[in-house]
């Protein structure tokens, strides 16, 4: 029973999410013949993702896992795992191909491929949809049309760091809604703050792995004092130091292996100072999507039509 006069603490939730991935399938190491590799490497993304979970069960804290349908065919008992402890699934493509560097018949096949996977292993729809390298842009807008066609409800692709700073307002930003000629689709896109002019970002990734802790909380502290729900993401491979180094460009083993034995303790620091849940929980329309639909939603899906939700 709450007494008079006391006060119950309620922190605003913020949006956290994982990209599923192996270390070797980084878009920085991308090579034809690495990608005829990888069922022949070592294989860490269940151990690495398993400890991500388990830091997340220590803080009673849920997100968004945006799971590769690759890694969703060697590792079903990961997938279903987290769907059953209460963390929202969603797509992050089948073969980690950046989306401009394929036609649309091929981003189509990848996304409906992807979707069936994740859909068949927890039986219910896949609303959201994450790009490897945040590659949607004004120069791949059609993905977005190809993606409402598919039966997503959402996109997480566009990342608008380094550009105008008023292109668009932070405060309040989180979840906007974009037209697409096959309809309308909501986009939640990884947080920037304003600075020199500029969207920069401090939403997670190699830019949580540049800056120290302390700089990044004030950040995004600073965001939250703003009214701005934070849209934060992570990598299983940022979390494992001891991971096998890979050859490639130097600037990319630099942005790749930098400051990965610090990647766990600034998770917890972050789980401990702000408070996150998954996207389909906290992004008020899609959580009202999420809600009004849920009779459809927990049922098994179909397994070969894209399946359209009614609006
Ligand atoms: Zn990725």
């Known amino acids: 029973m709450i007494c008079s006069g006391e006060r119950v603490e309620r922190r605003p939730r913020h949006v956290l999410s994982f990209d599923i991935e192996e270390h070797f399938q980084v878009a920085a190491f991308w090579s034809v013949a690495r990608r005829r590799e990888w069922d022949h490497l070592a294989s860490r993304v269940e151990r690495n993702t398993r400890k991500i979970a388990d830091l997340l069960s220590e803080h009673s804290t849920k997100a968004t896992f945006f799971v590769l349908g690759w890694v969703a065919e060697r590792h079903p008992g990961l997938v279903k795992d987290l769907a059953q402890h209460g963390h929202e699934i969603g797509s992050h493509g089948y073969g980690h191909e950046l989306v401009h560097t394929q036609t649309p018949a091929q981003f189509r096949e990848d996304v409906r491929r992807s ?3 994740l859909e068949n292993l927890i039986g219910r729809q896949v609303m959201g949809y994450r790009a ?5 842009t004004s120069r791949t807008k059609w993905a977005l049309c190809v993606l409402v066609e598919e039966g997503y409800r959402y996109d997480s692709s566009i990342y608008n760091r380094f550009r105008g700073a008023q292109e668009r307002s932070i405060t309040g930003a989180g979840a906007y809604q974009l037209e697409t000629e096959a309809g309308r689709i909501w986009e939640v896109s990884p947080s920037t703050m304003n600075g020199c002019g500029l969207q920069l970002p401090v939403a997670g990734g190699g830019y949580f792995r540049l800056f120290p802790y302390a ?3 004030m950040f995004l502290k600073s965001l939250e004092k703003q009214g701005a729900q934070l849209v934060m993401y992570l990598h299983p491979w940022e979390l494992d130091p001891q991971q096998p180094r890979m050859d490639g460009p ?12 610090k990647t766990e303790q600034r998770l917890r620091l972050l789980l401990r100072d702000f408070n996150f849940a ?9 959580r009202d999507m999420y809600t009004r639909q849920g009779e459809q939603l ?14």
């Open 115 to 117: 979707k069936q996977i």
């Open 132 to 136: 490897p390298s945040f590659s949607i």
């Open 215 to 217: 700089a990044s909380k």
């Open 250 to 261: 130097v600037l990319s083993r630099i942005r790749h292996y930098m400051n990965l034995d």
């Open 278 to 286: 998954p996207i389909h929980d906290v992004v008020d329309p899609i």
């Open 298 to 311: 927990g049922q098994i899906v179909a397994k070969r039509e894209p399946v359209f939700l009614p609006a």
